[in-house]
């Protein structure tokens, strides 16, 4: 069953995170593979609402086939990490994060060199071919994100920081 | 605040039934059989009148959530101005109806704008009506009990099952678990695939048809050719839509990715169709061998010689 | 290399957003190089099937074949909704325009074809 939290549809502050020092975003997108039944609605929306287009080469998220169990569906979304390595490693320091806790790629200092997109754990950031430049998930500017607005399943959740944590550790039976 | 709460005192209850867009224009049959299951359970079933398209989440949500709202409210005024039920048994109408009343009934301000653009086609929407799904009639205002009892000829048939993504939103044990306790009263044996919760790929087509006719269509529809079912059963008029497509482009194009050398044959069934002939009523009575893309003589000889 | 040969029933419905389009985007690139290419808001796959939203309300229409087989299966030929009850389109329509939907997917209504 999918977890039910009342969450705030918009950011509005970042959460401070206690030892770290560091500011995050409330919020973060969550996919359970349960639910998931690839119906890809997710890239479809988010490709629209930043490129205008329907082709899912254009989404800033990627939901692709399982090869361990047929049928299911492994998700890469960027969670907008507290130490985020894409940030450590970029050599112009183009990545930075907003107000908000939001990890952006600035598009004037991006050189496209695509050390973020190697030092992402899950390689998050990707090449937009027209600028030449990377670029990544933006969490639809602190608005309800488009992706999980889309999908059909309630397989893709926006959860506050706290109960993210605890539900993702439960669907990994940590 | 749940938009569809079921009542209690079912038998008196109005059920208008929204058609949608694929219904009508593709599956005559299962448009009739639904009216037959629903005379013969008792229910005080009717066409939900004048209704337009649902306004499909797929396009117009990523388009403009606004219009989605708005327009999707013109049918929701529609139906509390016939004063009945809304009943969709498109998996894709009951989701913009279920998600858009949700959406209006938490936000205030989202159901100002819409009636404001409402105003000028004189309708306005109070939020009153009820959305269900054509499954949570059967399951929960009919009930299993009444179903089984109204079945005269339990079928012998093997069935694949495809219930569709948007049906899976309140939980994997709601709606699909309505879906096959249904089909097995009906005497349909249920065979497992690891591809039963796949999407059809009706979402995806007009992103990236490749993937969505050769990886969701043509796999569903190997497995249910080298499994033999009998049939595939689906509730969503959607998932249809797209396997008729995917039919018609194999019969077209022929299969590149050659997971189908043979053809297809399996027919593909509506769960009214299945309910009507457990029922006991005749194929031709609800014309089931007419405009389709797949046959379903085998599945009817079958049912007509199991008497 | 079957990757490369598109699907013929996509490249119909492409072709079908193109004859609703007045000003295509292949065209314009090749009339003025030097202008930056953008997306339309309406993206050309689905610009059939909302033309048909605009104009009849629904997706797909009722033609000879599907009022035929609709009398075969014992139904009415003509389903109770917004084709038989044209005047709810109509109200659609109005609302739509209320909107300003179609100035946002640059839909003329008058002409019947998307700007861009």
Request: hydrophobic content about 35%; proline content about 6%; overall charge positive.
């Amino acid at each position: 069953m999918a977890l039910k939290v009342k969450v705030s549809k918009r950011l509005s502050a970042p959460v401070l995170v206690p030892i770290a020092n560091e500011n995050v975003t409330e919020n973060v997108i969550i996919h359970n593979p349960e639910f998931c039944t690839g119906c890809m609605q997710c890239m479809v929306g988010c490709a629209y609402s930043h490129f205008k287009t329907f082709d899912i080469n254009y989404a800033l998220l990627y939901v692709n086939d399982n090869p361990a169990t047929p049928g299911s569906w492994v998700n890469a979304n960027c969670s907008h990490c507290v130490y985020p390595m894409c940030l450590a490693a970029c050599p112009r320091e183009a990545i930075y994060k907003d107000h908000l806790g939001i990890v952006r790629i600035s598009p004037l200092k991006c050189i496209g060199c695509g050390i973020c997109a190697q030092t992402c754990p899950i390689a998050v950031p990707r090449l937009d071919n027209t600028k030449k430049i990377y670029v990544k998930c933006d969490l639809c500017n602190g608005e309800y994100p488009n992706c999980v607005k889309m999908c059909s399943t309630n397989a893709l959740q926006l959860l506050p920081r706290r109960e993210a944590f605890d539900y993702v550790k439960k669907l990994r039976g940590v | 605040m749940t938009a569809s709460k079921s009542k209690t005192n079912a038998s008196n209850e109005k059920y208008g039934y929204f058609l949608g867009c694929v219904m009508p224009a593709k599956m005559p049959w299962a448009e009739k059989a639904t009216f037959l299951v629903a005379e013969k359970l008792g229910l005080s079933w009717d066409y939900m009148k004048e209704t337009l398209c649902c306004v499909r989440p797929g396009v117009w949500k990523a388009i403009d959530p606004d219009t989605w709202l708005t327009l999707t409210g013109q049918n929701l005024a529609l139906a509390e101005k016939q004063g009945v039920t809304l009943v969709d048994s498109c998996n894709g109408c009951w989701i913009t109806h279920y998600e858009t009343l949700e959406e209006l009934l938490d936000e205030p301000e989202k159901m100002a704008m819409v009636n404001k653009h409402l105003a000028k086609a004189n309708m306005r929407l109070e939020g009153t009506v009820q959305v269900k799904h054509f499954l949570q009639v059967l399951y929960e205002d009919v009930g299993l009990d009444k179903i089984r009892k109204s079945i005269k000829k339990p079928l012998n048939l093997r069935m694949m099952r495809h219930i569709g993504c948007h049906a899976r939103k309140l939980g994997n044990d709601v709606m699909p678990r309505y879906f096959d306790e249904i089909l097995e009263a009906c005497g349909v044996e249920l065979v497992d695939t690891p591809y039963d919760s796949m999407c059809c790929g009706l979402l995806l087509y007009f992103a990236d048809p490749k993937t969505s006719i050769y990886r969701n269509v043509f796999k569903k529809f190997k497995l249910a050719q080298d499994l033999g079912v009998d049939a595939i059963a689906i509730i969503c008029s959607g998932c249809y839509d797209q396997f008729d497509r995917g039919i018609k482009i194999l019969e077209d194009e022929g299969d590149p990715t050659g997971q189908l050398p043979q053809g297809f044959d399996v027919p593909i069934v509506h769960l009214s169709e299945i309910l009507a002939l457990a029922f006991g009523y005749k194929p031709e009575e609800f014309g089931m061998d007419v405009f389709r893309t797949t046959s379903p003589s085998k599945l009817i000889s079958k049912v007509e010689g199991g008497k | 290399m079957e990757q490369e040969k598109p699907m013929k029933s996509f490249t119909r419905l492409l072709d079908s957003a193109k004859k609703v389009t007045e000003h295509r985007l292949e065209d314009e690139m090749v009339k003025h190089p030097w202008r930056r290419p953008f997306n339309a808001t309406a993206p050309d796959a689905a610009k059939p099937s909302l033309k048909r939203d605009f104009e009849q309300g629904l997706v797909y229409p009722i033609t000879e074949d599907v009022s035929g087989a609709r009398k075969a299966a014992n139904l009415d030929p003509m389903p109770p909704t917004a084709h038989k009850f044209t005047e709810q389109a109509e109200k659609k329509r109005e609302i739509m325009k209320d909107m300003g939907t179609g100035k946002k997917l640059a839909f003329d209504p008058e002409k019947r074809v998307y700007k861009y």
